[in-house]
């Protein structure tokens, strides 16, 4: 029994050696903030394809004739099978509600469809043919990287490198310097927008105005503790 004691001893005084070693050191906390830009390397649509009627089948058919049309098209802007995923169906009845009781309207059919857009220059065509389509609805336009960890890095390191030359700075104008870091903690980093889009499929005759694209902004912000030079 004395040797898991020793053990368990040793276990609690090593971090509070640790500690009482920091407990003096002179230092200064900075926290820094970096960003990285990048062109989105895809674009993900997700819509949804729905219809209503009383019979089931009839509205089933609806939304497959409406679902092999978004599919042909898509086949034409190049986009492969494994960027499209349309693997969800779901049916259920539809009321609406009056003063007497609720009727019944019929079977809403419903499918899922997600097209990864690897030529962001078709942006603009492909979303005005899709709103075209009957019975189809886009949700949202979401940007993507292909890497978006090197994107992240990139952000990190540029807060790192903001927090160190701020310290510096600090310590300099009061005639210190930095000796090492202490401790490092990242504080959150913000992802790239979602793009949402908004157009009537009706505005067939007016000119399609471009969906235009922007750089997107990955954000990072780190807590920096740093030793000053005690000498």
Not at 49 to 67: C, G
Not at 118 to 137: C, M, P, V, W
Not at 149 to 172: C, E, G, V, W
Request: net charge negative; with cysteine; aromatic share 6%.
């Amino acid at each position: 029994m004395i040797r898991p004691l020793l053990t368990t001893l040793l276990a609690l005084t090593l971090p509070l050696l640790a500690c009482q070693a920091t407990a003096g050191d002179e230092y200064i906390d900075v926290t820094g903030q970096g960003e990285a830009e990048a062109w989105p390397d895809y674009l993900e649509l997700n819509m949804t394809v729905s219809a209503t009627d009383k019979n089931a089948e009839t509205a089933k058919s609806l939304v497959d004739q409406s679902m092999n049309q978004a599919l042909a098209l898509a086949a034409t802007f190049n986009i492969d099978e494994s960027d499209i995923l349309a693997d969800r169906i779901s049916r259920q009845p539809q009321w609406e509600w009056h003063k007497d009781g609720r009727q019944y309207m019929g079977e809403q059919v419903r499918r899922n469809l997600v097209l990864t857009l690897r030529n962001t220059d078709d942006y603009t065509e492909l979303s005005q043919r899709l709103f075209a389509i009957k019975n189809l609805t886009i949700n949202n336009t979401s940007t993507g990287f292909d890497d978006p960890q090197a994107l992240q890095q990139k952000a990190t390191k540029a807060a790192l490198l903001n927090a160190r030359d701020k310290a510096s700075f600090m310590a300099a104008t009061l005639d210190n310097r930095l000796d090492g870091v202490l401790y490092i903690i990242e504080q959150g980093a913000a992802q790239p927008r979602i793009l949402r889009m908004s157009a009537m499929a009706e505005a067939k005759t007016a000119e399609p105005a471009p969906m235009l694209l922007q750089k997107q902004t990955v954000s990072a912000s780190v807590q920096v503790r740093f030793k000053l030079d005690e000498e």
